[in-house]
């Protein structure tokens, strides 16, 4: 069974970093297409970074481009986002997500496993 564990969320000020980890059991982690996602309270889980297979190509949503970076170590069973330039509006739960076979990056039905989320909270 495939469980995905996020770690690294927290409170941060406006300008701040924070770094998320998601840790992945299973011995295929490396076949995975893997996603990170937020929701907002009140609002629909939406995409956020996602990297391939190998980690050779990253995708961004355009409103953390340029601010945050999605990076995987295959050999750790591991993947990060790094977040810098926090603003009050990337407040919400971050979620980790992996998918088997690729259907898209962006779609929260795209992916297969789920973490249970990670919660950061940025302050103006």
């Known amino acids: 069974q495939v469980q995905l564990v996020e770690s690294g969320g927290g409170l941060v000020q406006a300008g701040g970093s924070l770094r998320l980890s998601c840790a992945v059991s299973?011995?295929?982690?490396?076949?995975?297409?893997m996603g990170w996602f937020r929701q907002a309270p009140g609002k629909e889980r939406e995409f956020v970074a996602a990297?391939?297979?190998?980690?050779?190509?990253?995708y961004y949503a355009d409103s953390v481009k340029g601010r945050f970076t999605i990076a995987r170590d295959n050999s750790e069973n591991t993947m990060y986002l790094q977040m810098n330039s926090l603003k009050p509006e990337d407040t919400a739960v971050y979620y980790c997500?992996?998918?088997?076979?690729?259907?898209?990056?962006?779609?929260?039905?795209?992916?297969?496993?789920w973490g249970q989320g990670t919660q950061v909270t940025v302050s103006s």
């Open positions: 990297i391939s297979r190998s980690g050779g190509t990253t």
């Open positions: 299973g011995r295929t982690y490396s076949t995975y297409t």
């Open positions: 997500a992996g998918m088997i076979n690729y259907r898209g990056y962006e779609s929260v039905s795209s992916y297969d496993y």
